[in-house]
């Protein structure tokens, strides 16, 4: 039985599983070390792991808030940003202009090269920032990701000419996206976190090595899919935002893939929601969003609001004001301010919880609203469920009114119509069953919820992307992942031929990846961008412009919906 | 994170799924590039920029500005109905104060279709500002309304629905008609009877630049909006004007048109014509938009051009400084003029034109009748008769009850109505009554009306 282990490292504790596709073996909790991430992953690790089953031991994976910790605290190294801009948006409006050298070439929207590069003013900036001690680059031209070579030109001569240079992140490799400002500031974090990863990748690699596990490792990214440690290092800006993903994840392999569902996570001060279409979680339509920059990070689609068991409950001129803030712990659990876990104790919904202490909680609310514990605690429950329930409707509605550029899609709009709620969250038990009553859908509530996130790291599949920009009128297609652009010379291509390119890029890039053998991309990998148009000049046409994106959909590579929480599993065979 | 200090809307809809034919200018690849440009530069992520999704609208939106003939459903594709449908959303973001000005950015044209519309001309078949303007005044209760149309080519077909509108103030600079489709758009055309004055067309030289037409903005436009006070203001942005445009020769650049919309602050911008679709429209949307939204533009360049490519001769200069001097004129004294030597002493003011239809080729022949009330715009009565290439000859009567309509021309009207329907003689009669909202027709209509 092949396992795997799971490890969650989030803002208060690391959970680690041991899992299968029989079910979780081991489970841990440990505190993270905030100051230590390293050291909480082997803990967590060394709680779960069984030398005994080394030999069944398939992979690792680990979702970290190591890149997002680092961003979002300013915590990184600074770096040099040569930026091919050309004409267009002033480039003080760009993100981290204030580190940026503007280098004369450009490429257009086609991806013809309008200006070629001077070497030299790329020598002047790069040795500007060296003089600053500033060792690290991002690269990044307008339109590089439809035109790779201005960007790698760049990088072979500072690599020719610059042994102090410890790293170069080109735009066009860590994301493939239109939207230059996106990329710029995607390829400056990746390069501003390289460090850090690298050395958490490497000690993690040193310190399984002396442990004797020759398991690849994985980690999780924020689309919900894993990469291994070593594409990792060079990509390391993909991982932000695991958090949400795994928590994602763990609810797909706990319940399954659905057709339409919301993915609640309550947790004690906010609850997340995602979206599910088609047994798979919704992306971020341009890219993630972290600490205020705009990045093309694929990520998945997660809304936060402010309400969770621990909302502190008030009365404000004869109102119920649930939230925003959390001022504590339930008062059942030692706090001081009612909250809706208090709510639910008092209805005798909360186990190992005195009923009497919370309806002591509530009291003063019940006075002032002037009505019974009784009713104020089914108030605070109902209206608590009822925000999240608008929060989901409000997201749907959101998710429904996307910009569309065809009349056909206009047409035939995108109708999201749920129907089902999922759970996950201490307070979830209580409070899905009423959120999905005012959807009027169907509820599921996950279980293990503890540790639902471990195991979401556990079962994610590898993802990943290609993109291939045909355009047959000036004889070139480029694949941006893959800093690939060739001629394809008079050749009369078409889309088909574009897609099998793509399917073929996203399969070797995935395949490379020890670790998921067994995963069949004929299912897997899916299209989600297929764009033809004619190129016609003077009432003739003259070429087509195709583009073919195809990616590795997050999803799970093990269900566990049927395994039942106590069920623990003898793994030992 | 920049925030653009103006809040702007964006709608853009380039009907990636349609065309007049495959290799038609109005295709399919038309908004590509402005596409690939307006997202590579990250336009659309500036907080304060907000992009709204498409609408389609309805026939009878289209029936307030228009007498479709034989009917809406008969000249209108799906994509007609979501370009008009993506102005009117833009102007709800506008009028419900969401935003401070909009831009739709849509396909196809609209400002060559007449108030009687057969078909296509010019690429057009609906007039996507004027159903849009019309619904701004049913919805919002707003009257006053100014259109400054500078696509290349003159806007006839918006010229003519607000002819006889003393309302609609429209201003239309365009290429001189002796040298450029349509044809017309000359400075004797100044409106009808009732609305002398609240049309003035610009025709300018080829080869005018930025420099002739912001003159024009600053010594024509800017202080006849200043005197007429209209409470929306649009900006049909044809960019055909565009030094790169195939289909015209005039020399305006990206930065110019930015300028000219600094200048304009107008509330809704509509894309009109422009085909030069990878020299000129990624960089002119570029730079409009960053106009708009209050944004430096001063960047935005087109990769070919050099100071030199667009210099205006001062010829030129001179042309355009005459013209705006006739126009400040006639303007000043729109309300002094004798209109009985314009219009005739006659009880109606006559008028004949000849309208050919490129795209459907056919030729629209039309006898029109303004009543000359002393206390409305008067009814119109229009006599068309159609000689189509493609499909049978056909005649058309209209009677239209304009919107601030006395009641005796209301009256009048309706019985010229009720008499055509008894006489007959023609294949369709139509009323258009915008007082009471009845669109009709004899025979009666086949699709049903919301």
């Known amino acids: 039985m092949p396992l795997t282990i799971g490890i969650d490292v989030g803002g208060t504790n690391t959970d680690a599983v041991l899992v299968s596709a029989r079910g979780v073996h081991k489970k841990a909790k440990i505190p993270t070390i905030k100051d230590n991430l390293l050291q909480s992953v ?105 035109n790779p070579e201005l ?35 995607t390829a400056y974090l990746n390069a501003a976190v390289y460090r850090k990863h690298k050395e958490f990748a490497d000690a993690v690699e040193n310190a399984l090595g002396s442990k004797g596990i020759t398991a690849p490792v994985f980690i999780l990214k924020g689309d919900g899919g894993t990469i291994n440690l070593e594409a990792s290092r060079r990509l390391c800006v993909h991982t932000i935002l695991s958090g949400p993903a795994a928590s994602i994840m763990g609810q797909i392999t706990l319940t399954g893939e659905h057709p339409a569902a919301a993915l609640i996570d309550i947790g004690g001060t ?97 006075d002032s609203l002037n009505v019974t514990i009784k009713k104020t605690a089914e108030l605070i429950i109902e209206e608590t469920a009822q925000s999240i329930a608008n929060a989901v409707k409000n997201i749907v509605v959101s998710l ?100 099998a390119i793509a399917k073929k890029a996203v399969e ?28 016609v000049r003077g009432f003739q046409t003259v070429g087509k412009i195709m583009e073919v994106k195809a990616q590795i959909k997050p999803g799970a590579v093990f269900s566990l919906t049927h395994w039942k929480e106590g069920e623990e599993n003898d793994h030992s065979s | 994170m920049i925030t653009a200090p103006k809040k702007t809307g964006i709608l853009f809809f380039p009907a990636f799924d349609w065309a007049i034919s495959p290799d038609h200018p109005e295709r399919e690849e038309r908004l590509l590039y402005t596409r690939d440009q307006i997202f590579e530069e990250g336009l659309l992520d500036i907080e304060g920029i907000i992009e709204y999704p498409p609408r389609i609208t309805n026939y009878a939106n289209l029936l307030r500005a228009h007498i479709c003939v034989p009917g809406p459903e008969e000249i209108t594709t799906e994509s007609h109905l979501i370009s008009a449908g993506g102005c009117n959303v833009i102007a709800d973001a506008v009028l419900n104060q969401e935003i401070q000005s909009g ?34 005044r049913k919805k919002y209760n707003i009257k006053r309304i100014a259109i400054v149309d500078t696509d290349a080519h003159h806007a006839d077909g918006t010229q003519d629905i607000y002819y006889n509108d003393p309302d609609v103030l ?9 040298t ?100 000129a429209l990624p960089y002119v949307n570029t730079g409009i938009i960053l106009a708009l939204a209050g944004l430096d533009y001063s960047h935005v360049l087109e990769p070919d051009l050099t100071a030199d490519k667009i210099k205006q001769s001062p010829k030129i200069t001179e042309d355009i400084k005459k013209t705006v001097d006739q126009l400040l004129l006639l303007f000043s004294n729109r309300t002094r003029i004798d209109l009985n030597k314009i219009f005739g002493k006659g009880e109606f003011y006559h008028r004949t034109r000849r309208i050919f239809y490129d795209t459907d080729n056919l030729l629209d022949e039309q006898k029109e009748q303004i009543y000359r009330c002393d206390n409305c715009s008067g009814y119109r009565l229009v006599h068309s008769w159609v000689n189509s290439f493609n499909k049978s000859n056909y005649t058309t009567y209209v009677v239209i009850i304009p919107r601030d309509a006395c009641p005796g021309c209301v009256k009048r009207a309706e019985e010229r109505w009720q008499e055509k329907q008894k006489s007959g003689g023609y294949d369709y009669i139509f009323l258009q009554d915008l007082v009471n909202e009845r669109y009709e027709r004899v025979p009666k209509y086949q699709v049903s009306l919301p």
């Open chain 1, 42 to 146: 082997l803990e967590a690790l060394e709680a779960v792991y069984d030398p005994h089953s080394e030999k069944n031991l398939e992979r690792i994976c680990i979702s970290t808030t190591l890149t997002t910790n680092s961003i979002v605290e300013e915590n990184y190294d600074k770096v040099g940003l040569l930026c091919l801009p050309g004409p267009g948006l002033h480039p003080k409006y760009l993100p981290f202009h204030e580190s940026m050298e503007i280098l004369p070439g450009y490429v257009d929207h086609r991806g013809r090269i309008v200006k070629d590069l001077n070497p030299n003013t790329v020598r002047q900036a790069v040795e500007k920032f060296l003089k600053k001690d500033i060792k690290r680059f991002a690269v990044v031209g307008k339109f590089s990701n439809r």
């Open chain 1, 151 to 185: 960007e790698m030109k760049i990088h072979d001569l500072i690599i020719g000419e610059y042994s102090d240079v410890k790293h170069i992140s080109l735009g066009h490799r860590v994301t493939s996206r239109i939207g230059f400002p996106r990329r710029i500031a």
């Open chain 1, 270 to 366: 906010t609850t997340d929601i995602a979206i599910m279409l088609n047994g798979s979680p919704v992306f971020e339509r341009s890219g993630a969003e972290i600490s205020g920059y705009k990045t093309s990070v694929r990520a998945l689609y997660s809304r936060s609001i402010g309400i969770g068991g621990d909302s502190a409950v008030k009365v404000e001129n004869g109102v119920l004001q649930i939230g925003p803030h959390r001022e504590g712990p339930a008062v059942i659990f030692g706090g001081n301010t009612p909250t809706p876990t208090d709510a639910a104790a008092a209805l005798g919904k909360v186990p190992c919880a005195d009923p009497k202490v919370a309806k002591e909680a509530l009291k003063p609310l019940a």
């Open chain 1, 400 to 499: 429904s009114n996307r910009p569309v550029y065809t009349v056909k899609e206009v047409l035939e709009p995108l109708v999201i119509e749920l129907q089902k709620l999922i759970g996950i969250g201490g307070p979830s038990p209580v409070l899905t069953p009423l959120v999905a009553e005012k959807l009027g859908i169907d509820y599921e509530i996950a279980p293990v919820h503890q540790v639902a996130n471990a195991v979401g790291a556990a079962a994610a599949r590898p993802t990943t992307v290609a993109t291939v920009h045909c355009d047959t009128s000036t004889g070139y297609y480029s694949i941006s992942e893959l800093g690939i652009k060739k001629e394809i010379g008079k050749k009369n291509w078409n889309i088909d031929k574009v897609t």
């Open chain 1, 508 to 535: 070797k890039r995935a395949r490379s990846r020890t670790g998921y053998q067994d995963i069949d991309f004929s299912r897997e990998v899916e299209i989600t961008t297929h764009e033809e148009f004619n190129v």
């Open chain 2, 103 to 136: 831009f739709a950015i849509v396909r196809p044209p609209g400002h060559h279709a007449m108030r009687i519309t057969h078909g296509s001309r010019g690429f057009c078949n609906i007039n996507i500002e004027s159903v849009m303007v019309e619904y701004i």
């Open chain 2, 170 to 178: 429209h201003i239309s600079i365009h290429q001189d008609g002796r």
């Open chain 2, 180 to 279: 450029l489709f349509p044809g017309t758009g000359f400075i004797g055309e100044a409106g009808g009877p009732a609305a002398y004055g609240t049309t003035l067309n610009v025709p300018v030289p080829p080869h005018t630049s930025d420099e002739g037409l912001l003159y024009i903005m600053n010594n024509l436009v800017l202080p006849v909006l200043n005197e007429f006070k209209p409470e929306i203001v649009i900006n049909a942005a044809g960019q055909d004007n565009h030094y790169s445009d195939p289909l015209t020769n005039m020399n305006i650049s990206a930065r110019g048109y930015a300028k000219l919309n600094e200048l304009l602050k107008p509330d809704i911008v509509v894309l009109e014509g422009g085909y030069s679709i990878e020299g």
